[in-house]
Every structure is written in structure tokens, then in C-alpha cells.
């Protein structure tokens, strides 16, 4: 099996075992299962924002450790005033060393939208989502068929969740883009060999149809990187290695933002000028 098919398997083994020690009705009992949910993708549009949506993200299957003792609360503030549109916390313990408590201590600590980035295959995770304050949720094509993944759109949307649609190619957009998404993100990185290329987001912005949010995600190394994704139609721009190999990622966010704004405001500036 590769990376991908590793992690899926394991993943429906870990929720079974997870439905019998916390089942739903205890989690329908949390503090935030009533909170109404912050939009990803408003806050991915705000003009005042970056569209950087900033990564949690303590190991890798790829990397190994990369940040593994991070303190979520003063690198998820720190992020946020470092101009980032939004948050993304892993929670997948087994291969990426996250935690539901991750998530949880920086909803506390931050009023934004919080994707939880793990390896959604059931109902289950949507609810656990909810009841950790989650505001969006990643669903992956490459590890759902197109008709469970619209059901887990569907669930995730009644909640008012929103969804991270996340694909690689062209067949995966078509195959599941559906009316639950509005968000899609072009995942750089093959989950097969965990190389990446941001050819690939560029290649497939032409696809991604009018009205829906784009994102980036993986091997975003420089901010002139992003400025090319945003005119190629870009609003999002998930970061998590970039930013964590820095033993202070929110410093690291911060220097990289302030690069990125300056970018924009000499294209913007030469624009006017041409």
C-alpha cells in the first residue's frame, strides 16, 4: 500500500475505536457543538487578509519530526496576528502527531475560521469536528468515492461546516465537485510519493469553475509563489512546513507575510503604472 492507503486504512480502524470510547451523544454535549461556524471562505476573500491559512503540523509521514513540541497556543495567536486569514490544525495523532487538543486550545485562544485537517472517512469525524470547534473540514477525493464523499459534504453542511475540497488532477475535480463545496484546494503534493509541484495548482486553476474558492496547498515556499497563484485566480494558501521547520513558526509566518504584502504592492503599483 502507499502513504495514502496506509493512513485510510488506519483511520477506520481509529474511528471505530473512538465511537466506542467518546460515542456522539457525549460529544453532541460540548461547548462549541451549538457555536455557529466562522466562514473559511469569507474570511479567504477578505481584502484585508493575506488568504495564508496557517498550519499546526508537528510531524509527517514524509519529513518525520518537524516540530514536535510547537506550543499550539502561541503559535496559533501569533499566527492570526501575523495577518493570516485563517487556521489549520492537524489532529491525525498517528501519523502526523496530532491531537483533538490542538484544535481545541487554539479555538480558544482565536476567533477565525479553524480547518480541521485530517483524513475525514465517516459521519463521525464530522460530529468530533464540531464538537472540537472546527469550522471547516477536509474531505480528500483521492481517498472517497465520488458518492461518499458528496454524503460526507452533504453531513458536514448541516452541521455548517464548511468543506475543503481537496484534489489532484483534473478527473478528481470532476469526479466530486459537487453543490456542499465551495471550496476547492489543489493539493501540490502527490500522496503516493509525497513529492511536490506547484505546476500542478497552476495547471488546474483553468478547471476549478467560476464562484468557487481557490486553494493552494503544500510546497509554498515563497511569497512570489503566491502572488503567481493569485493571478492565476488563488485566494487561499494553505502553509504548514514553511512555517514549522522555524523554531518559531509565527515568527517565520510573519516575515513571510509582510514579504507577501510588499509583493502585492509593487504588482499593484506597476499594474496601475502599465
Known sequence: MNILDQIIAHKYKEVEERKALYPVKLLEKSLYFETPCLSLERYLLRPDKSGVIAEIKRKSPSKGDINPYVSVERTSIGYMQAGASALSILTDSHFFGGKNEDLMIARKYNYCPILRKDFTVDEYQIVEAKSIGADAILLIAAALEPARLQQLAAFARSFGLEVLLEVHS???????????????????????????????????????????????????????????????????????????????????????????????QRVSLEQAQS
Open 170 to 264: 483534473r478527473q478528481e475535480l470532476e469526479a466530486t465537485l459537487c453543490e456542499y463545496v465551495t471550496i476547492v484546494g489543489v493539493n501540490n503534493r502527490n500522496l503516493q510519493t509525497f513529492q511536490t509541484d506547484v505546476a500542478l495548482s497552476l495547471e488546474l486553476a483553468q478547471f476549478i469553475p467560476a464562484g468557487i474558492t481557490k486553494v493552494s496547498e503544500s510546497g509554498l515556499k515563497s511569497p512570489k509563489t503566491l502572488v503567481e497563484l493569485q493571478e492565476a485566480g488563488y485566494n487561499g494558501f494553505l502553509i504548514g512546513e514553511t512555517f514549522m521547520t522555524d523554531g518559531r513558526p509565527e515568527r517565520a509566518a510573519a516575515e513571510f507575510i509582510r514579504e507577501l504584502r510588499q509583493l502585492q
